[in-house]
């Protein structure tokens, strides 16, 4: 492969992310605009692959954290639109314009503000964010409420064209603060509407979408099941439809030798030979995201389980192999081999977090390559990219 120099890759599966943004859409009904989050570099994957992929399969708007985000969408040219669902600066109004992305609005002191300080004539397309129970962005009374919905009526530079909210607990089955949640925006949205009706209303993430499909209104933000992960471990039995993961991460045995019994291995001798043993040399580590707490955790070779011994370096980490293998072997630390798998799932059980986390943490380090129609259609090196850009 011309685009990168090392053999460590992550495959991000395309045809599995159009599979279940389609089968999302069909859930929803085809009333129910899908907005796809590719906010992190798509959770990891790649935001323009993405972005393009989930637009082809229905979605039809694309929400990212920060402005940087957006524009990164932009420059690679994502024409559809993008709303920033974190807080943008106030000087920024005028980048947003030009790009021509959505901002979230939650605070009428930010609209005064920003108002003062835009001097463009194109409209800023907004949606007001309601903090019905998460506590993290968002007005939370009537009256915060209807201060920001009435400055931006009054003003020529905004246009109201949404309403969300975010749910802090739609992936857990007892669903009582979900309801709350529910009952609190439903309450503010009706003042809202008794003064304008934004045309975009939106409360659901994956877990809302994926559970309750009638009660969306008419947007969803779908992120994590996109990627073809669950939202939790306990919505796997309650899943309408099969999820497709698409990431996978590979990458192939560098040094391969025989060590007698009781040789220590890595930093600070945490393994020694049991017996003699064939120990393979990987060359990933925790500068890739595969971190110190992984000791221990299997990988795929030649079709079977190997676990990880000694430390994990920076670079490199060994693995005990099951018999001698030549340089050059496969070795897959998250995805399928001969009829194993281990998935995102399983190494967020054992770092003790969650599967979101897994993709988002494996760093630029690791170029990106990207199956379309079961074949390579893109390769992407973050570190070349990032040469390209120091040099101009
Ligand atoms: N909408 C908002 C406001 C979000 O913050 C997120 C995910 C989504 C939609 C998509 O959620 P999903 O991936 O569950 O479908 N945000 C985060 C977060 O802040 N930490 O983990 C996921």
């Given at each position: 492969?011309?685009?990168?120099?090392?053999?460590t890759?992550?495959?991000?599966?395309?045809?599995?992310?159009?599979?279940?943004?389609?089968?999302?859409?069909?859930?929803?009904?085809?009333?129910?605009?899908?907005?796809?989050?590719?906010?992190?570099?798509?959770?990891?994957?790649?935001?323009?692959?993405?972005?393009?992929?989930?637009?082809?399969?229905?979605?039809?708007?694309?929400?990212?954290?920060?402005?940087?985000?957006?524009?990164?969408?932009?420059?690679?040219?994502?024409?559809?639109?993008?709303?920033?669902?974190?807080?943008?600066?106030?000087?920024?109004?005028?980048?947003?314009?030009?790009?021509?992305?959505?901002?979230?609005?939650?605070?009428?002191?930010?609209?005064?503000?920003?108002?003062?300080?835009?001097?463009?004539?194109?409209?800023?397309?907004?949606?007001?964010?309601?903090?019905?129970?998460?506590?993290?962005?968002?007005?939370?009374?009537?009256?915060?409420?209807?201060?920001?919905?009435?400055?931006?009526?009054?003003?020529?530079?905004?246009?109201?064209?949404?309403?969300?909210?975010?749910?802090?607990?739609?992936?857990?089955?007892?669903?009582?603060?979900?309801?709350?949640?529910?009952?609190?925006?439903?309450?503010?949205?009706?003042?809202?509407?008794?003064?304008?009706?934004?045309?975009?209303?939106?409360?659901?993430?994956?877990?809302?979408?994926?559970?309750?499909?009638?009660?969306?209104?008419?947007?969803?933000?779908?992120?994590?099941?996109?990627?073809?992960?669950?939202?939790?471990?306990?919505?796997?039995?309650?899943?309408?439809?099969?999820?497709?993961?698409?990431?996978s991460l590979h990458t192939?045995?560098?040094?391969?030798?025989?060590?007698?019994?009781?040789?220590?291995v890595s930093?600070?001798?945490t393994y020694?030979?049991?017996?003699?043993?064939?120990i393979g040399t990987v060359?990933v580590g925790y500068?890739d995201g595969w971190i110190r707490k992984l000791q221990g955790m299997d990988v795929l070779v030649?079709?079977k389980l190997a676990p990880i011994v000694g430390r994990v370096c920076?670079?490199q980490f060994m693995i005990k192999l099951p018999?001698?293998?030549?340089?050059?072997?496969?070795v897959t630390l998250i995805g399928k081999q001969?009829?194993l798998e281990i998935s995102s799932n399983d190494v967020a059980k054992r770092l003790e977090t969650?599967n979101?986390e897994i993709p988002?943490m494996i760093?630029?380090?690791?170029?990106?390559?990207?199956?379309?129609?079961?074949?390579?259609?893109?390769?992407?090196?973050?570190?070349?990219?990032?040469?390209?850009?120091?040099?101009?």
């Amino acid at each position: 492969m011309e685009s990168f120099h090392r053999d460590t890759w992550v495959e991000v599966d395309l045809d599995c992310i159009y599979e279940n943004v389609s089968a999302i859409q069909k859930h929803v009904t085809e009333d129910v605009s899908v907005i796809a989050v590719v906010k992190a570099n798509a959770y990891g994957h790649g935001d323009a692959q993405v972005a393009n992929v989930a637009l082809e399969a229905g979605a039809s708007y694309l929400a990212v954290s920060f402005l940087d985000e957006a524009i990164s969408l932009r420059r690679q040219g994502i024409k559809a639109p993008i709303l920033v669902m974190g807080a943008s600066r106030m000087s920024d109004v005028g980048l947003a314009a030009k790009e021509n992305i959505t901002l979230t609005v939650f605070q009428k002191e930010w609209l005064q503000e920003a108002e003062r300080i835009y001097k463009g004539n194109k409209q800023v397309r907004l949606h007001l964010k309601l903090d019905t129970g998460m506590g993290r962005i968002g007005a939370r009374t009537k009256n915060e409420v209807l201060d920001v919905v009435s400055l931006i009526m009054k003003s020529d530079c905004f246009l109201l064209e949404g309403v969300y909210t975010h749910f802090a607990t739609a992936d857990e089955l007892q669903s009582r603060y979900v309801e709350t949640q529910f009952e609190r925006f439903s309450e503010l949205l009706h003042e809202i509407q008794q003064l304008i009706s934004p045309p975009m209303i939106h409360c659901g993430n994956s877990a809302t979408t994926l559970r309750f499909p009638g009660r969306i209104f008419n947007a969803v933000r779908l992120g994590i099941a996109m990627y073809g992960l669950t939202p939790s471990p306990e919505m796997i039995p309650t899943l309408p439809f099969k999820l497709k993961e698409a990431f996978s991460l590979h990458t192939k045995l560098v040094h391969v030798k025989k060590l007698p019994k009781g040789e220590q291995v890595s930093y600070g001798g945490t393994y020694k030979t049991n017996e003699e043993e064939w120990i393979g040399t990987v060359p990933v580590g925790y500068a890739d995201g595969w971190i110190r707490k992984l000791q221990g955790m299997d990988v795929l070779v030649d079709g079977k389980l190997a676990p990880i011994v000694g430390r994990v370096c920076m670079d490199q980490f060994m693995i005990k192999l099951p018999y001698e293998l030549p340089l050059g072997t496969v070795v897959t630390l998250i995805g399928k081999q001969k009829g194993l798998e281990i998935s995102s799932n399983d190494v967020a059980k054992r770092l003790e977090t969650i599967n979101y986390e897994i993709p988002c943490m494996i760093s630029y380090r690791v170029p990106r390559m990207f199956l379309r129609n079961r074949s390579i259609m893109e390769v992407r090196n973050y570190l070349q990219d990032k040469l390209i850009m120091d040099k101009r």
